[in-house]
């Protein structure tokens, strides 16, 4: 959700800009602008709607007028004001002499524009971030020096903020700060950028400087200095990012989505490495650093997540009460952190976020955490706000995650529930008779997957006779129930087709009402399982009502061709560990109807990669 560029060297500013903006698209936006500085003038540039249509303005330009010593760029998706010109970023100051892009939201913004109104101030668009670069033009004026400014008015800011401005009487430096939203430095050779994410860094530096809460840095040409609010100089910490350039290019695919979704056999081969070493001996899970006499007291353990996050969670509680016998709820955190909860320093509370930078979760940790439970969270961004507030991490290493719609980072989270559920009920000395065949099949899951996926062009197939329907039901049962509600979720989000998933045994309890030849059926059969007899039950109900059947299953039995139109086997799979495998499919179906329906598959509308706001 909206992302941050600001680049100061003797490259092409304009060019480095938009291809840092490029590289963030998949956090989601609606409008992007970017603020060129030359010569002691600044130059503001915004459209509404794709990068490409600000890209189209700026190559109408002559070189002339987009010369620049430096620049800043954002892509914005909108939340206060709607996707307009006046209130995409870079904001000036009333005077023009600030220029700001904001990721984040200043909670107190109506009260500091009160304020300046009160003083003759006169606002054009109906943002929090317009305000800022008033306040900061405003202290500006008093102090002449645009770092002291900057380091003046952040004590004044509620909420979460990255910040990079750039100032007219001041050629030469830009300056950054952050709280609570994500700031990177790339330290260059005679160049230096900053922005709100990574691959925007990675084609001019692998050096990164994180900067913390509250930090502000001036970035010239040739030097990055850091002082905190009070103007104490903090050392440059310059570390060696790891991330490769293939991490965030398509290699061939077509679509983000689709090599995401085959790069999953790899994620899970390489965190299984290490872990699972004999079937016998217990799995290392070195990352939970909670003492194994407290994790063994525990009563009570607590998931709390959003969307896909939520889903895996969702069979993370399966995991934890089959194998470890704990009670465990799971919650999404929009509506655990608006509620009493009874969180208290006896619970484990477990945040899985692929981001680490949902709002809702960040917010429902910190409440936690306020009351004293311990907190694990799972993330594919150990280096994420999240982690803050975390005693311990466990990195998913999915990678770089961009299309909007979460499939490998999924699949990782679910891989290190089921080894932090296995760890935990050796821990308690409980299930350790069903432990080893559970690793061993564990151990076997990257070549199942290989398996599943190798069914795609069917799959493809069977997608396309799939996409002229306009509503969906989708159900499953136990542990595989979430899975059912992963498959909708993904459908709706890049296709925009109605899927609504229920329990099985739910169907009969109002939704059969909807079902005719127009709504099919999509389930999930996995045999070994009470679960299985019942749902194909629930099945034969819909087929009475005249409903198209559609099933993913790991049963080879022909007798099911009698029942269903649509059948995607996969190998054979315990009913454990049958997730890790059932969801692929659901992710194909939902990729190649988007495709077929021409969508834009990695960048579904009105969604952000990252939820930074309540
Ligand atoms: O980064 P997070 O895992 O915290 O994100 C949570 C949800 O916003 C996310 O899973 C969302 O539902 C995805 N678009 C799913 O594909």
């Known amino acids: 959700m909206c992302g941050i560029v600001g680049y100061i060297g003797d490259s092409n500013v304009e060019k480095v800009l938009m291809q840092g903006l490029d590289s963030l698209k998949y956090r989601g936006y609606d409008s992007a602008g970017v603020a060129l500085y030359d010569n002691g003038n600044i130059k503001v540039f915004k459209a509404v709607g794709k990068l490409e249509n600000l890209q189209n303005k700026l190559s109408a330009l002559s070189d002339d007028e987009k010369r620049a010593s430096m620049g800043i760029g954002h892509i914005r998706w909108a939340t ?218 525990l009563s009570r353990v607590q998931i709390i997540a959003c969307g896909t996050s939520l889903h895996a969670g969702q069979i993370g509680r399966y995991l934890i009460e089959d194998l470890v016998g704990v009670a465990t709820e799971v919650e999404p955190a929009s509506e655990y952190i608006y509620r009493k909860n009874t969180t208290d320093k006896n619970s484990l509370v477990i945040a899985i976020s692929q981001s680490g930078e949902t709002a809702d979760t960040i917010t429902a940790v910190r409440q936690a955490r306020e009351k004293g439970a311990y907190i694990i969270v799972i993330t594919n961004r150990p280096d994420s706000n999240i982690t803050r507030y975390a005693d311990s991490i466990l990195n998913v290493n999915a990678g770089i995650e961009v299309s909007v719609a979460a499939t490998k980072s999924y699949t990782a989270q679910l891989l290190t529930l089921y080894l932090f559920a296995i760890y935990f009920a050796e821990v308690k000395g409980v299930s350790l008779d069903r432990l080893p065949s559970i690793k061993e099949e564990l151990v076997s899951i990257p070549v199942k997957m290989e398996e599943v996926l190798s069914s795609d062009a069917d799959i493809e197939k069977k997608a396309e006779a799939l996409s002229k329907y306009q509503n969906f039901v989708y159900i499953g049962r136990g542990v595989n129930l979430p899975t059912a509600m992963e498959g909708a979720l993904k459908l709706k989000e890049i296709s925009y087709i109605n899927a609504n998933a229920y329990p099985a045994g739910e169907l009969k309890h109002g939704p059969i009402a909807l079902l005719d030849e127009n709504m099919p059926v999509v389930s999930v059969l996995i045999p070994g399982h009470i679960s299985y007899d019942k749902t194909i039950s629930n099945c034969e109900e819909a087929r009475a009502r005249g409903a198209k059947l559609i099933t993913i299953t790991s049963s080879d039995d022909k007798e099911l061709e009698k029942l269903f139109d649509v059948i995607i086997r996969i190998p054979v799979v315990s009913d454990m560990l049958s997730p890790l495998l059932a969801v692929i499919p659901f992710q194909l179906l939902a990729y190649h109807i988007s495709n077929f329906l021409g969508k834009d598959v990695d960048q579904p509308r009105n969604l952000a990669k990252s939820v930074t706001v309540e």
């Open 80 to 297: 206060h004001g709607s996707a307009t010109e006046v209130n995409a970023h870079p904001h000036l100051s009333m005077d023009g002499n600030i220029a700001i892009v904001h990721n984040g939201i200043i909670e107190n913004y109506k009260e500091l524009k009160g304020e300046l109104e009160a003083k003759g101030y006169v606002f054009k668009s109906q943002t929090d971030t317009e305000v800022v670069a008033y306040l900061i033009g405003d202290e500006y004026k008093k102090v002449g020096n645009l770092k002291v400014a900057v380091q003046h008015i952040i004590p004044r800011l509620k909420g979460a903020y990255a910040l990079c401005i750039m100032c007219k009487d001041e050629g030469g430096k830009i300056v950054v700060v952050r709280k609570n939203a994500p700031l990177v430095i790339g330290i260059g050779n005679g160049e230096n950028i900053v922005a709100s994410d990574i691959p925007a860094i990675i084609s001019t530096t692998s050096n990164i400087v994180y900067l913390n809460d509250d930090e502000v840095a001036v970035v010239k040409k040739d030097s990055v200095e850091i002082e905190d609010l009070n103007g104490n100089k903090i050392p440059l910490n310059i570390q060696k990012m790891s991330i490769e350039m293939d991490a965030i290019s398509k290699m061939g695919y077509k679509h983000y989505m689709l090599k995401e979704i085959y790069e999953q056999p790899n994620i899970v081969r390489n965190l299984l490495c290490g872990r699972i070493t004999n079937v016998n001996t217990p799995i290392s899970l070195d990352e939970v650093k909670i003492s194994r006499d407290a994790l063994k007291q």
